[in-house]
C-alpha cells in the first residue's frame, strides 16, 4: 500500500488492461466498475495512459467507486490539454495530475487547481528499458518501463538512484509492469528506508 506521505518516494503503475497479470490480479467476477477500489487497498495511485484517455476522461460512471484518497493521474494526449479543466471537475480531489508533452506554456490557461506535470529531458538510467520525466509544482514525476526479468538487487540499484538522483523532495513513479514485480519494488522501498 502505497504511503500517505506527499514527500518521498511513491510507487504505482500504469493501467494495463491488457496485461494477464493484472487480469489475474483481480479477483473472478469482480466488476469491472470496482476494479480502482480494489487497486486501492494497495496503491495509492495509479495513471491513465494516453491510448485509454478516451474511455476515462469522458465517462464519469468509475470515479463513485475511487477509494478516499486515491490519486488518478493521465496522460493528456498531444492537443488535448484544455481538456484538464474537465478532468478537475469530474474527479476533483482525485486528480493527481496530468501529464503535459511540450515545454514553456503546455499547461496555458488551466484552472489554477488542475495540478500539471510538463516533460523534462528523460534521465538515463540503469534497469530501465524507457523512462520519462515530467515536473510540477507538486514534485516529479517519473513513468518508468524497467528491464524485463530485473532481480530484486536491480530494483534496489534502481530505488535508490531515483531517491538521490532528482531534486523534487516528492517522487511519484509509475511502473509499467505486474502486480508482483510492483510489490517486490514497494517491498524494497521499504525495507530499504527509501519512503
Not at 28 to 36: I, M
Request: hydrophobic fraction near 40%; aromatic fraction near 10%; charged fraction near 20%.
Amino acid at each position: 500500500m502505497s504511503d500517505t506521505d506527499p514527500r518521498g518516494l511513491r510507487l504505482a503503475a500504469v493501467l494495463d488492461d491488457t496485461d494477464t497479470t493484472w487480469q489475474d490480479f483481480y479477483p473472478e467476477g469482480l466488476p469491472e466498475d470496482w476494479r480502482f477500489a480494489f487497486y486501492g487497498h494497495y496503491w495509492g495511485e495509479i495513471l491513465i495512459p494516453r491510448q485509454a484517455w478516451g474511455r476515462f476522461a469522458t465517462n464519469a460512471g468509475w470515479v463513485s467507486e475511487l477509494p478516499e484518497a486515491f490519486q488518478v493521474y493521465f496522460e493528456v494526449p498531444p492537443g488535448a490539454a484544455h481538456r484538464c479543466d474537465e478532468l478537475l471537475q469530474l474527479l476533483g480531489g482525485h486528480l493527481g495530475g496530468c501529464l503535459l508533452e511540450g515545454e514553456g506554456n503546455a499547461g496555458a490557461g488551466l484552472l489554477p487547481a488542475v495540478p500539471v506535470y510538463l516533460r523534462r529531458s528523460d534521465p538515463a538510467l540503469e534497469g530501465v528499458r524507457s523512462c520519462r520525466y515530467y515536473t510540477g509544482s507538486g514534485g516529479g514525476v517519473l513513468v518508468l518501463e524497467p528491464e524485463r526479468g530485473l532481480a530484486l538487487p536491480g530494483w534496489r540499484r534502481l530505488l535508490e538512484s531515483l531517491r538521490g538522483g532528482f531534486a523534487e523532495p516528492s517522487l511519484q513513479v509509475f511502473l509499467r509492469t505486474g502486480p508482483q514485480e510492483l510489490e517486490n519494488a514497494e517491498t524494497i522501498r521499504r525495507l530499504a528506508g527509501l519512503a
